[in-house]
């Protein structure tokens, strides 16, 4: 008897599971519009109207079990059950019709104590391809003894949500059932719908546990000293947890626990805007046989990819396993975190390039999730735009960001750990006076961090912020260190500083009431009070 899903409903008698790489390349380039080989043999895909998520139209099914967990609101919003049903019904109908489906069964996280066996029902070989990819695939033998998945993902994201159906705002929808085990997707063709899917599934999941799932980068040095690097969007996260000294152990998603520290994924999904060999190496030798590139434009007679063209998104993605990065810590599991580095871009100028935090400090910015973007350049306007996203990636957290921070508190505190803030933004002034912060210096900031060059220094208190900010530091000028020397208009630093600590202070009212008071206490003073 054949492998079939018929315990879903779905008679499709045609399932490719776990297919072999040419397989899928084979099935995709034959069946799929848009699919080409580039020059180096990477499977060039094309995600079609959705070329990035849709958090909008992400739901969560409110049930008794659960709804007293779940942080309510724009993020996570709540779905009927019975919604739920219709929308994946629908999804079932659509399957029916289709005359093979892809099947992909993988686990997510490395540590086998805490893994999730995942299910992927798909209509496309790219979809198959890229969780393979993102996924931890098992060994014959654990296939062979796979068993029932803990959670199935039916991606029916060639067929539209009905907007009719109450609850629904457009023709896309991305639904999660808790009870049920189950996300179903409709109207969106874009994969990292399923990534992040299991992403948030583990971030409800694993706080029950006493585990801290984190938005994050890590790597692990000869040692066994990880690092953890949290930061948004352009902080330099992929750039800097690729370190030719220290292995990779993932850079996206990761769970702390009482063992130490495994990442929950197979594989890497890093942008493709402006690639080159000189600027990410690591990242652009791992483009090859067996790679996904999403949404990228290439020259049609030589196949060669542009990756300056963002004719179709600026969100270019390259997806593939992780030993395809010569540098892998595998197995993707390593020890307790020794150091915590919390990046931001500050286009304020106002942030030193490197200070050290107290627990509760880093709670407080754990929880912000702030840095700064450079807004309006085309009008003239140079005035930076801050963004906030809580715990580093608010998108994807279920519980209140005050249960992250807690099990972060507590870890640190347990581990001895050390958390730093590294601001890889703007130094000698705000955007449009200052520069940027050179890449070698914060490169030489994290080596020292890492080799314990800044445990006999001296250390000066900045005077909103409270943290400690190091007067020296080996291979980087020592004016730079302290912000407020590197502006030439002292009045001008203040009244910048006093913008962003109101930034600050504004931004965490909304959590004010869900958060402790040592850590309401550890957030920035307005100059006056300081």
């Known amino acids: 008897m054949g492998f079939n899903l018929k315990q879903y409903g779905i008679e499709v008698e045609t399932i490719f599971r776990n297919s072999s790489v040419p397989v899928l390349y084979e099935l995709g380039l034959r069946l799929e519009k848009g699919t080409a080989i580039s020059d180096v043999g990477a499977l060039m895909t094309y995600s079609g109207e959705k070329t990035g998520r849709s958090p909008k139209d992400k ?80 060994t014959e033998e654990e296939l062979a003894n796979f068993g029932e998945p803990d959670y199935v993902i039916f991606n029916a994201g060639g067929f539209k949500a009905n907007s009719y159906t109450t609850g629904m705002t ?12 189950e996300i179903v997707i409709l109207g969106t063709e874009y994969a990292g719908e399923m990534k992040k899917g299991i992403f948030s599934i583990m971030n409800y999941l694993m706080p029950l546990e006493g585990v801290m799932p984190m938005h ?17 969007s352009g902080t330099g996260k992929t750039t800097l947890s690729a370190d030719p000294k220290r292995k990779l152990i993932g850079d996206d998603e990761h769970c702390w626990t009482d063992e130490g520290t495994f990442n929950i994924e197979g594989g890497c999904y890093a942008k493709a805007i402006d690639l080159s060999a000189e600027k990410e190496p690591d990242i652009f030798n791992a483009i090859k046989f067996g790679t996904v590139l999403e949404n990228v434009v290439y020259d049609e007679a030589t196949r060669a990819v542009d990756y300056t063209d963002v004719s179709i998104t600026q969100n270019t993605r390259a997806s593939y396993p992780i030993n395809y990065i010569e540098n892998a810590q595998i197995p993707c599991v390593a020890g307790q975190p020794k150091n915590i580095i919390f990046l931001t871009c500050d286009a304020f100028g106002v942030l030193p390039p490197v200070s050290k935090l107290t627990p509760e400090q880093a709670s407080y910015h754990f929880i912000s999730g702030y840095t700064a973007k450079v807004a309006g350049t085309e009008m003239g306007v140079t005035e930076p735009e801050a963004t906030f996203s809580a715990c580093f990636g608010a998108a994807f957290m279920m519980w209140h960001p005050n249960k992250y921070a807690e099990l972060l ?54 005077a909103s912020f409270g943290f400690d900010i190091p007067t020296s530091c080996p291979e980087v000028p020592a004016e730079i260190l302290v912000p407020e020397n590197t502006w030439a208009d002292k009045a001008a630093y203040n009244n910048t500083k006093g913008k962003l600590v109101s930034l600050f202070q504004k931004n965490f009212e909304q959590f004010a009431k869900g958060v402790n008071e040592e850590i309401l206490a550890a957030g920035p003073k307005d100059l006056v009070d300081a």
């Open 59 to 138: 739901r969560v099914v409110k049930h008794p079990e659960s709804e007293n967990n779940i942080d309510w609101g724009n993020i996570n919003i709540a779905l009927e059950e019975r919604v739920f049903m219709l929308n994946h019904e629908r999804a079932i109908d659509y399957l029916n019709i289709k005359d093979h489906l892809y099947v992909v069964d993988a686990f997510a996280g490395w540590d086998p104590k805490y893994r999730l066996k995942v299910r992927i029902i798909c209509t496309r070989a790219y979809h198959a391809l890229f969780m393979q990819n993102m996924l931890i695939m098992p």
């Open 170 to 181: 457009s023709k896309t929808s991305v639904d999660v059932s808790l009870e049920r085990k």
């Open 216 to 232: 994050c980068s890590a790597n692990v040095g000869e040692e066994g000293d990880v690092t953890i690097l949290f930061g948004l």
């Open 409 to 462: 508190a507590q870890k640190i505190k347990k581990q001895g750990v050390t958390a730093w803030l590294v601001n890889t933004g703007w130094t000698g002034g705000a955007y449009g006076v200052g520069s940027r912060m050179k890449l070698k210096y914060t490169r030489s900031m994290i080596d020292a961090i890492h080799n314990g060059s800044f445990e006999n220094v001296e250390y000066v208190k900045d």
